[in-house]
């Protein structure tokens, strides 16, 4: 039995410093957690989900023991943990709201993305089910095929994943090669024609989809479609059975299994699959777009080019997810390492006294901090408005709504691509960042902030590498210098009404005038250069100019596409931080918010455009946009701003209302009794479990047995050789 270390009780109540911040709030924090819900009655609703979860009597949403527990394990567990979410959906009634579009379809309700989030994002091995296969099936398939399939789906019986990405392929769609060749019935086909999915080569291996590995029994898989004749139509989308109902052992020709252990995010099987010649019927292709028929003859249906593109809305809707997740994500971080550096004190104002100053006064922690606190906010309202922008597209592109222009399809594709390149890679930077800010103990892993990150890092990566996402980006956007150039009024009428509205103007300026590259800021003093207006002004025309710069790059070297991809990612930035601002900006402004709450929203909104024109300095001043003494301004309002938001920080990350639970952080509980929680997860530790320690059979043969005493007159092996 391992000795038991007595560090006492618990202390009572909430920690003094916590108390105080709390005390000296200018705002109500319970207005702000109303917005970002979307209202007093979303918030009385979350709270109870929340504690439903928290509250199971079964216990399996603890994660007190997670840091103590193999990968195996842990996915286990959050297989347990999925399978009770489900049976708890159906006790509540979830998916049963009258106007859902597939009764009982618990995916397509509000309450279950809430009761997901409340599990205290512990990645389930079924996510992929409710987040891309469903969803495709919704929008891919035809009515028959719905009738079909989503009733399994909805009950579970059909676990299905998205196997796009192969070992040698990822981003570049096109180069995909696992084939699905059309077999008609006389030649061996089953009844009506058949699909032989196969995987020809090494690469051509699906590598990385979650879910495919250990969990799904299908698999939504994007191969190369050769119909009837030998001609290849490029990728289209197959349902493929992977494994027996009956006892989830594999199909025949069917390989998978899990890609094994990475960096984070390992309660989720990503797997990898092998076809070999796997037949599968002729109506497993996806024909809501396109179809073949028993002959093999490929037609597409009568859809508009925008309608056809409806796979990529639900692509979009996805990246809208991780959108808003970056800001979430990075607000726990900002939870955590806010509360801590208000509770830890080091270093001394006064020599002469022995009161340590909280680390959250010191400036370069201020501003690192609230910095971030101001990206997370940000980060979320612009997510929720991509994913209601996106479910407004796609509702009328299934309503055959012809009014939605190739312009609106493409910005929104742009728009996405923009954003979901940007805020995850300074969301991935910002939660290392916080963790840093904790100092030594932000490396425990009862920190919280390990796993975080960890699990957190496959965001840049998936769908769309955040390196090669600035490229689509561009494509769009030069699309709107070309109707520019040519002066296409009903095109350029068109993209006002569109996320890229703002660069019209500019762009005209800068292409028809002298003048048009003479622009310079118009601030007259460090006041006027925190305004929003002033910021968003210099944010359009920065953006504007970086996507001409590729222009012009591109027009001087004959269109060598790859040689301007620097420009491109500048560019792309660009473009996602003016969105990201005025969609703050914009956010503020139409909330029925009180005039405290604004305020600090808004002060939050200037420390954002502030600190991101600050990092990019240079973009400014090339042009000479910004003047020396301007520059000067942009640097002091960043300082200024901090300060300003300093007394409010504790209830800025109070209004997340994260509760502990969710947050799984000794370092950013609510009551900020940080150390006692540190030493309580250190004494849980199996290491301490027994006297002596597990290692104790070998260190014995040190101490005891004497095998690296020293033995004088003895010249060692390596001295003689």
């Not at 959906?89 to 009258?98: D, I, T, Y």
């Not at 992977?242 to 797997?271: A, F, Q, W």
């Not at 010191?362 to 609230?370: F, G, I, N, S, T």
């Amino acid at each position: 039995m391992a000795a038991q270390l007595d560090f006492g009780p618990p202390p009572k109540g909430t920690n003094s410093d916590l108390a105080l911040e709390r005390s000296r709030a200018s705002f109500n924090p319970e207005e702000i957690t109303h917005l970002l819900d979307g209202g007093p009655n979303r918030t009385v609703r979350r709270r109870r989900l929340q504690d439903i979860i928290e509250n199971d009597p079964t216990d399996i949403f603890s994660n007190e023991e997670n840091n103590y527990l193999s990968r195996t394990d842990r996915h286990v567990r959050a297989m347990a943990k999925s399978v009770r979410l489900l049976e708890i959906c159906r006790s509540l009634g979830v998916g049963e709201e009258n106007d859902s579009a597939v009764p009982g379809e618990v995916s397509l309700s509000p309450d279950f993305e809430t009761l997901q989030y409340a599990i205290a994002d512990d990645p389930l091995p079924v996510s992929l089910h409710w987040y891309m296969f469903v969803p495709n099936i919704i929008t891919l398939c035809d009515d028959e095929q719905k009738a079909r399939w989503l009733p399994l789906c909805r009950d579970f019986r059909m676990i299905g994943c998205y196997a796009q990405t192969e070992l040698g392929h990822g981003s570049n769609v096109r180069g995909l090669e696992t084939t699905a060749t059309f077999l008609s019935e006389g030649n061996g086909g089953q009844k009506g024609g058949s699909w032989v999915i196969n995987s020809p080569t090494v690469t051509s291996l699906k590598f990385w989809p979650g879910t495919l590995g250990r969990t799904c029994n299908h698999a939504m898989v994007v191969a190369r479609l050769v119909d009837g004749s030998g001609k290849d139509h490029g990728v289209h989308n197959f349902l493929v059975r992977t494994r027996r109902d009956e006892d989830h052992s594999l199909m025949p020709g069917v390989t998978t299994g899990d890609i094994g252990p990475k960096i984070g995010y390992n309660n989720m099987d990503n797997g990898f699959a092998k076809f070999d010649k796997v037949l599968i019927p002729r109506r497993n292709m996806f024909m809501r777009f396109t179809t073949v028929d028993e002959d093999g003859v490929y037609r597409t249906g009568n859809a508009s080019d925008a309608a056809s593109k409806v796979a990529y809305i639900t692509m979009m809707q996805v990246r809208s997810f991780i959108i808003e997740a970056a800001g979430k994500s990075l607000a726990r971080a900002c939870i955590i390492a806010v509360r801590y550096s208000v509770v830890r004190r080091q270093g001394f104002a006064d020599p002469k006294t022995n009161t340590e100053l909280q680390v959250l006064d010191y400036p370069q922690q201020r501003l690192r901090l609230l910095s971030h606190l101001a990206a997370s906010y940000c980060f979320t309202f612009m997510g929720k408005r991509i994913r209601r922008t996106l479910k407004d597209i796609e509702k009328g592109l299934l309503s055959g709504d012809t009014t939605i222009s190739k312009e609106k399809v493409g910005d929104i594709h742009a728009s996405s691509s923009a954003l979901k390149s940007f805020t995850t890679t300074a969301a991935a930077y910002a939660i290392e960042d916080c963790r840093r800010a904790c100092g030594g103990h932000g490396f425990l892993m009862c920190s919280g902030l390990p796993e975080l990150y960890t699990t957190y890092l496959q965001n840049p990566t998936v769908e769309g590498d955040n390196n090669m996402l600035p490229q689509q980006v561009i494509k769009v956007l030069l699309k709107l210098v070309g109707h520019v150039r040519t002066n296409d009024e009903r095109r350029m009428a068109e993209w006002t009404q569109c996320d890229a509205g703002y660069l019209v103007e500019p762009v005209k300026s800068m292409l028809t005038t002298t003048t048009g590259n003479d622009v310079h800021c118009t601030a007259h003093n460090a006041s006027d250069m925190s305004t929003t207006e002033i910021i968003l002004a210099a944010y359009r025309h920065r953006s504007a100019r970086l996507l001409l710069v590729v222009d012009s790059e591109l027009i001087n070297s004959e269109n060598d596409w790859n040689a301007s991809q620097p420009a491109m990612a500048r560019a792309s930035v660009a473009h996602a931080l003016y969105l990201l601002l005025r969609s703050f900006v914009d956010e503020i402004a139409s909330s029925s918010l009180g005039s405290n709450e604004s305020r600090v929203l808004t002060d939050l909104a200037r420390l954002f455009g502030l600190r991101w024109m600050e990092e990019h300095i240079g973009d400014f001043l090339e042009d000479g946009y910004l003047s020396a003494e301007q520059t000067g301004w942009v640097r002091s309002g960043v300082a200024r701003m901090t300060e300003i938001l300093r007394p409010d920080a504790v209830s800025l990350v109070d209004s997340w209302d994260v509760p502990d639970f969710q947050l799984k952080s000794a370092l950013g509980r609510w009551d900020g009794n940080v150390y006692h929680a540190i030493l309580s997860s250190s004494v849980r530790d199996p290491l301490n479990k027994t006297e002596p320690g597990p290692g104790y059979q070998h260190l014995r043969r040190l101490i005891v047995d004497g095998v690296a005493a020293h033995k004088g007159g003895v010249r060692s092996t390596a001295s003689r050789l």
